[in-house]
C-alpha cells in the first residue's frame, strides 16, 4: 500500500508539472491584449546633462486576427534633436505580433543649449497607425518631457557662450591679384609639362631611331650585343654575335671575326663576361672604325 501511494503521489506530482508548463507555455503563447492594438513606450531618461544621449523606445503589440502586422507604421519627430541611430524589430507568437522601435538620440546645437538651471524640452507625439477592418487607425502616443541641465557653473552665467567663429581679417597679406597671376602661371606650366609626358610615352620611339639610324652597322651589333649580355636568352646571345661576325668581317678584322664565331657556335653557351670583354675589345682595337 506504501508503495502504491509512492507512486500515485509521483504521477499526480508529474501530471501537476505537465499542466503547470502547458498552462504556461499557453499564457506566453496567447497574450491577453487591452484592444487590436497596445503600445508601450518610454525615455531612457528624463533628465540628462547637455550634449548626452537618450533613448526613446516604442514597442507596438498587435493582434495578428485583427490588424495585419505589415500595416503597423510608427511616426516620430524628436526636434530639435538629433536622431543618431535607428533600430526596427519584429516579432511573431502565439496569434501577436510585436513591432518595436528604438531610437538614440543627441543635440549640440545652440536650440538645446540650456541656461544654468536646465530647460525642459517637450517632444512632438509619436503617432502609432495601422490597419483595422481596411481603414486605417492611428494612435497618439504623449512623450514625457526632457530636462536638460547645463554643464556650465552657476558663476559661468555671466561670461555667456561662444559657438560662433572670430571674424576674419579683412586685409590679405598678398593682393589676390598677385595669387591669381602666380597659380594661373603655375597652372600654365603644369599643363605644358603634362603634355610633353603624354607626347613622350606616345611616340617613345621618334628620337631613338633617329639616334639608331646615325649610328653604324657595327654600332649597332656592339649595342645589340650588350643588350643580350644582360639578358638571359642564349639562343639570343649567339645570334647576336653571329651578326657581329658578319660586321666583322666587313670591317677587315679577321682575328676578331675568328673570336667572335668560336665564342658564339662554342659548345659552352656564351657566358655575359664573355660578351662584355668582346665588346670591349672590338671598341679599343677597331676604335673609329666602329661608329663611322
Not at 58 to 76: L, N
Not at 93 to 107: D, E, I, N, Y
Not at 126 to 147: C, H
Not at 241 to 266: I, N
Request: glycine share 6%; proline share 7%; net charge positive.
Amino acid at each position: 500500500m506504501r508503495r502504491l501511494a509512492a507512486i500515485a503521489l509521483v504521477l499526480a506530482a508529474a501530471l501537476a508539472a505537465v499542466l503547470a508548463v502547458t498552462l504556461v507555455h499557453r499564457s506566453r503563447a496567447s497574450p491577453a491584449l487591452a484592444g487590436p492594438v497596445t503600445v508601450n513606450w518610454a525615455l531612457s531618461s528624463t533628465a540628462v546633462a547637455f550634449g548626452d544621449t537618450v533613448g526613446a523606445e516604442i514597442d507596438v503589440v498587435s493582434r495578428d486576427s485583427d490588424v495585419p502586422a505589415s500595416s503597423v507604421r510608427v511616426a516620430t519627430s524628436f526636434a530639435p534633436f538629433t536622431v543618431v541611430s535607428t533600430r526596427v524589430d519584429r516579432a511573431h507568437a502565439g496569434g501577436a505580433s510585436l513591432l518595436r522601435t528604438k531610437v538614440t538620440l543627441q543635440c549640440l546645437t545652440r536650440a538645446c543649449l540650456p541656461p544654468p538651471g536646465g530647460h525642459l524640452v517637450a517632444f512632438r507625439p509619436a503617432v502609432v497607425s495601422y490597419l483595422k477592418g481596411g481603414r486605417r487607425a492611428q494612435t497618439v502616443i504623449p512623450w514625457a518631457r526632457l530636462d536638460v541641465a547645463s554643464r556650465l557653473p552657476p558663476g559661468a552665467a555671466a561670461t555667456g557662450v561662444i559657438d560662433t567663429a572670430p571674424p576674419l581679417d579683412p586685409r590679405f597679406a598678398r593682393s589676390p591679384e598677385t595669387v591669381r597671376l602666380v597659380l594661373l602661371v603655375a597652372t600654365l606650366l603644369l599643363a605644358l609639362g603634362g603634355a610633353v609626358l603624354v607626347v613622350s610615352v606616345l611616340w617613345p620611339s621618334s628620337s631613338g631611331a633617329r639616334r639608331w639610324a646615325k649610328l653604324s652597322p657595327l654600332e649597332r651589333s656592339l649595342q645589340l650585343v650588350d643588350a643580350a649580355a644582360r639578358g638571359e636568352s642564349e639562343t639570343e646571345r649567339r645570334r647576336t654575335l653571329d651578326q657581329l661576325a658578319l660586321r666583322l668581317g666587313e670591317a677587315k678584322a679577321p682575328q676578331l671575326e675568328l673570336q667572335t664565331r668560336a665564342l658564339a657556335w662554342g659548345e659552352a653557351p656564351p657566358a655575359r663576361e664573355d660578351l662584355t670583354h668582346l665588346v670591349a675589345e672590338v671598341r679599343s682595337t677597331l676604335n673609329g672604325k666602329v661608329r663611322g
